[in-house]
């Protein structure tokens, strides 16, 4: 039975905290740590929660690998980069016996199945780990949780709820809680922080692979479907929170500004997964297109990580992985000039390039390595055919196909 919906109810302490929060890059399970964050340490401060880059899987219930963000590992994360540690624990506890505790240890860090949480969409509807703060249990229960997304049963926003007793016992029938507290936030080297998300995504890439396959082989399984929404979700939550982290810092701000890109081409495969999803169930194919855009996205992890932990504060090579197909052009132009030691008064488009005077096997090899360097991609080799280097169109479409770079790579 679903428990009767919570009121609505303002806090002088937690509403300020809930709206100060980057709530729409968090999951249910970070956006509550960050509240005790920010309530600690000042507005901000959670925002260390997106110093890291990671690609953690784990195998899910559909059978393949699933992105995890468990609870475990998101306190892991709240104890190395806010400093907040767990003081106490008790797992499977009733909501009684939670109303006991917070009386003497408000506020509690309470983690519950949102299928009874009678203020969010999912009640009734979805079973799914979600956390929460209890901060007061006597006259009413009162609720805190920053949560902020949109579902297909309405929106979940950040707010402070009260009920009664009888209403939160029903709502949160078994529980695990915590007390949270704040030793004091680490001092966090970014180039370091930075060198280190490259070094791990680098040493993932075997994994990130592993993972393309298994998704290219199940994604047409209505579950294993929604396993990928959940994943590309997670991600693109992720990716946006680290972009949120480095524009805190304003020697990083090309950096953010790339990285925020990245993350909002993540956020928009979200809803692309969602719809692809949707068809499956609908006894169609999963689209292969939302596919190759998840495995250029991921590979793109690794390679954005080593430009920034290779470039700091300066900016990437402008043209990048994501480069349009004008500036693909343009850059082969330039560069074949470059390599035959012509201007731009000698025509280099719409001609097949070895008719080119001096243009030969190894200067096209240069030029594809100039340009290469200069877009931040590299050229798979089974697209190296005679057609395809035939003119700067065939080999401008080449480049089109191009993935990210593996490391770091620096513009001329």
């Not at 240890?105 to 519950?112: E, F, M, N, Q, T």
């Not at 579902?151 to 709502?171: H, L």
């Not at 996205?297 to 990048?320: H, I, M, Q, T």
């Amino acid at each position: 039975m679903v428990a009767v919906p919570a009121v609505p109810t303002r806090s002088r302490e937690w509403t300020p905290v809930l709206t100060g929060l980057r709530a729409d890059v968090l999951d249910c399970v970070q956006v509550n740590l960050a509240a005790l964050a920010d309530r600690a340490y000042g507005p901000g401060a959670h925002l260390a929660l997106g110093a890291t880059l990671r690609f953690h899987t784990a195998e899910g219930p559909a059978g393949t690998p699933a992105v995890t963000a468990s609870v475990d590992q998101r306190l892991a994360e709240a104890a190395d980069l806010l400093g907040l540690r767990v003081a106490r624990r008790w797992d499977d506890v009733p909501g009684a016996r939670l109303r006991e505790l917070v009386a003497e240890h408000s506020p509690l860090y309470v983690v519950a199945d949102t299928f009874t949480m009678s203020w969010l969409p999912y009640a009734g509807n979805q079973h799914m780990e979600h956390s929460f703060l209890l901060v007061d249990a006597g006259e009413h229960c009162v609720v805190v949780d920053g949560y902020h997304n949109s579902t297909q049963w309405g929106d979940a926003r950040p707010g402070t709820w009260r009920m009664s007793a009888a209403d939160f016992d029903a709502a949160v029938p078994r529980a695990t809680a915590m007390t949270v507290v704040a030793d004091g936030t680490p001092v966090l080297d970014r180039a370091a922080v930075l060198r280190d998300n490259a070094a791990a995504l680098r040493a993932e890439a075997d994994r990130i692979e592993d993972y393309l396959a298994a998704v290219r082989r199940r994604a047409g399984e209505a579950e294993a479907a929604a396993q990928l929404v959940l994943d590309v979700w997670l991600l693109g939550r992720s990716r946006a929170l680290h972009a949120a982290w480095l524009a805190g810092d304003p020697d990083a701000a090309d950096a953010a500004r790339e990285a925020a890109g990245r993350a909002d081409a993540w956020l928009a495969l979200a809803g692309q997964s969602y719809v692809a999803m949707r068809r499956v169930r609908r006894g169609g194919v999963f689209p292969a297109p939302v596919l190759d855009q998840l495995a250029g996205l991921l590979r793109d992890d690794v390679a954005l990580a080593g430009r920034l932990a290779d470039a700091g504060p300066v900016p990437p090579p402008r043209g990048g992985p994501a480069a349009d197909p004008g500036r693909i052009r343009e850059v082969l132009a330039d560069e074949v000039r470059g390599v035959l030691g012509v201007g731009p008064e000698v025509p280099v488009d719409g001609r097949p390039l070895r008719t080119l005077s001096g243009f030969n096997s190894f200067r096209l090899v240069e030029v594809i390595e100039r340009a290469e360097t200069r877009l931040g991609v590299e050229l798979d080799p089974d697209d190296l055919t005679g057609t395809a280097l035939h003119d700067l169109d065939s080999l401008g479409a080449v480049f089109e196909r191009a993935r990210p770079a593996t490391q770091g790579v620096s513009g001329r």
